[in-house]
């Protein structure tokens, strides 16, 4: 019975899980084993003919997840690498979908990039003082930030709008409007895909493991050679950049901008994220913006049900639960849905004879 | 001159709360080093315990009955949610506030509902006027429960035995668990005694002017306080509550005919400011880590 167990394990090790890595080269392959490469070509392909699979509104919802799960990814590099708290991720958002609102049409792309660049310097200005100092004053400071950006949102009307905010016409590809969520998504894939594999592999380079060394012992990393400030102002910014460029995206998908779409509550929403999904993985930033995403998405359908009398009180539920999945990952599955998967992959592993 | 001073007395009133507030967040922060982004939620609920009470209650007793109840909440909180995180990074306890936060915030919302309550009754008018200046019954409730209060907590938190148990606890708390200090009961209190500060605030917010949902922007103000004070000074919170309150008075006074709603802007503004220039704040301590 042993040597069945043993045999159906080691098959099984053999095809789905990670293989022992001997070289460099395997070590930095996004997918380790031969299904797992498949997989990953299926996902990309999957993600490219999407818009033919879906109707308009999951297509629109699909988009809106892709930013996120972009958005939540900035702030998994940062919270999950490097172990700093933002608070501030939605207004970085606003900020790059402001930045972005200015240039429009055939530019459009360009102007993203702009958001996420005007994003990263002014992360950098806030970073430089709060990360200078050791402990949670980068919390404080970004909460500061929250709050004054959207000071700045709704009163400075030249570049803002007010509180009325910008609208902005279709972006153009080659003459080409991407005016249906089904076109803008390549354009979200466009941006997406390679800032994702970069945060994927950026974790595995030196200045990853360097953002990783600050997150679990500062003082270590220090005396391991880390420049301290200097890792935690580029996590800092790159984080920025990320919301920026989601934020620019999102500027697309709504073809508008207000201040109302970058509350504090939409940064603590990013945070659920990043913790439901968990474990310093891009997989947990896709898996914790794919959940979080949809469950205002859930409820709006409970409350068309329902009636429009409990719409009132959906605000409410939806903070209680972003409240309580933050509460209840960080207590009973810190490792998130990723470690969840883990638990779930690993019991199977050795299924039949866990012994 | 004259047209100023209403101002700064409102400003001085206002003032009074926000020390009060930082007092037991600051309190907590020393004690177990954890930044409570709950703060505001803690006022919220305090606001709506006393509103609760009374209803039933004449509104001194209500006020007196929901004090109790806020340190039993704080004591919850702790066993409950930072309990159970002792031990792993303090980041995760900071997330843990955040999740309390919202989750209060929702919940408060769902069982009060969104609109602005007022309490039914009042206090008794303590509102004089001398001269030609005209002294609120709030700025005098303000300042009379608050100053007390602050100063003998400090009083307390200096000389007494419990007082000297939370600073041993706050300077080192494995030592302090190895001379026999019930660390645990003692870490509850403080939460409790958080709470039962912001329960008090929130009251007197409540009293003025209402309950709702808003109370949590007033209770975020805790944030620029604690800063500017120091965030590890008890003292300094006291006193950066006065000086945060008469520089929003000013800026109503001066500046919001130039920028309208510049007020709301404006203590958030001074967070970035002090962690520029002063990051220890006015009163903490000079020896500020730096990396």
């Known amino acids: 019975m042993y040597a069945l167990s043993k045999q159906l394990t080691d098959a099984y090790s053999r095809r789905f899980a990670r293989a022992v890595r001997e070289t460099y080269k395997e070590d930095e392959a996004y997918a380790s084993t031969p299904l797992g490469r498949l997989a990953l070509w ?44 933002s608070l501030g991720h939605a207004a970085f958002m606003g900020v790059g979908a402001y930045a972005a609102s200015h240039l429009y049409g055939p530019l459009a792309p360009l102007g993203i990039l702009l958001g996420g660049g005007i994003a990263a310097l002014l992360g950098l200005v806030l970073g430089l003082p709060s990360l200078r100092i050791k402990g949670v004053y980068l919390a404080i400071a970004t909460l500061a930030f929250q709050f004054l950006a959207d000071y700045v949102f709704k009163n400075w009307e030249a570049v803002t709008g ?78 920025a950049f990320y919301a920026g460029v989601a934020g620019g995206l999102l500027a697309q998908l709504y073809k508008a901008v207000t201040p109302e779409y970058f509350p504090l509550t939409v940064s603590i929403q990013y945070l659920a994220m990043v913790i439901v999904g968990g474990a310093g993985t891009v997989l947990g930033a896709v898996l914790g913006a794919f959940f979080v995403l949809l469950i205002p998405e859930v409820l709006n359908s409970f409350v068309g049900a329902l009636g429009p009398q409990y719409a009132a009180a959906l605000a409410a539920w939806r903070n209680v639960i972003f409240g309580l999945l933050i509460l209840g990952f960080l207590i009973l599955e810190p490792l998130g849905l990723v470690g969840l998967w883990g638990r779930i992959r690993n019991y199977f592993r050795t299924w039949p004879l866990p012994y | 001159m004259s047209d100023l001073l209403p101002y700064l007395i409102g400003g001085l009133a206002n003032g009074a709360l926000y020390g009060l507030l930082a007092l037991g967040f600051v309190l907590v922060y020393r004690a177990t080093s954890v930044v409570n982004f709950a703060i505001g939620e803690f006022l919220l609920v305090g606001a709506y315990l006393t509103y609760t009470f009374a209803l039933f209650l004449p509104l001194p007793l209500a006020m007196l009955a929901a004090l109790p109840a806020a340190f039993l909440f704080g004591i919850i909180v702790e066993r409950g949610f930072v309990r159970p995180l002792l031990g792993r990074n303090v980041v995760a306890v900071i997330m843990a506030t955040i999740g309390l936060a919202s989750t209060l915030d929702g919940g408060a919302q769902l069982v009060w509902g969104p609109d602005l309550k007022y309490l039914p009754g009042s206090l008794p008018n303590l509102g004089f006027q001398t001269g030609e200046i005209f002294v609120s019954s709030r700025a005098v409730w303000n300042l009379l429960l608050a100053l007390p209060l602050g100063l003998g907590l400090l009083w307390l938190l200096r000389r007494s035995r419990y007082g000297i148990l939370v600073r041993a606890i706050s300077e080192r708390e ?11 009961r003692i870490l509850a209190g403080v939460w409790g005694v958080s709470a039962l500060l912001a329960t008090l605030a929130g009251a007197l917010l409540a009293v003025a002017s209402g309950v709702g949902p808003n109370l949590v922007f007033l209770g975020l103000k805790v944030f620029p306080v604690a800063i500017l004070g120091g965030l590890d000074s008890v003292g300094g919170a006291l006193l950066a509550g006065f000086i945060l309150g008469i520089l929003e008075a000013l800026s109503q006074r001066y500046l919001e005919t130039v920028l309208p709603g510049f007020t709301e802007a404006l203590p958030f503004l001074v967070v970035l400011l002090v962690l520029l220039v002063r990051p220890y704040g006015l009163l903490g301590e000079r020896q500020i880590e730096r990396v």
């Open chain 1, 162 to 239: 007010g509180i009325r905010g910008r609208t902005l016409p279709p972006a153009e590809i080659l003459g080409l409007a991407l005016d249906t969520p089904d076109r803008l998504w390549y354009l979200v894939l466009l941006f997406a895909l390679p800032l994702f594999f970069y945060g994927k592999r950026l974790l595995m380079t030196r200045a990853g493991r360097a953002f990783m060394a600050v997150r679990d012992n500062d003082l270590s990393a220090r005396v391991a050679g880390v420049d301290l400030v200097g890792v935690k102002l580029l996590a800092f910014a790159l984080s």
């Open chain 1, 42 to 85: 299926a996902f990309l392909a999957l993600l490219f003919f999407l818009p033919l699979l879906l109707g308009p509104y999951p297509m629109y919802v699909a988009t809106l997840v892709a930013i996120g799960a972009l958005s939540a990814l900035g702030l998994h590099l940062l919270v999950g690498g490097a172990g700093q708290i």
């Open chain 2, 174 to 184: 494995v030592a302090a668990l190895a001379l026999g200090i019930p660390t645990a």
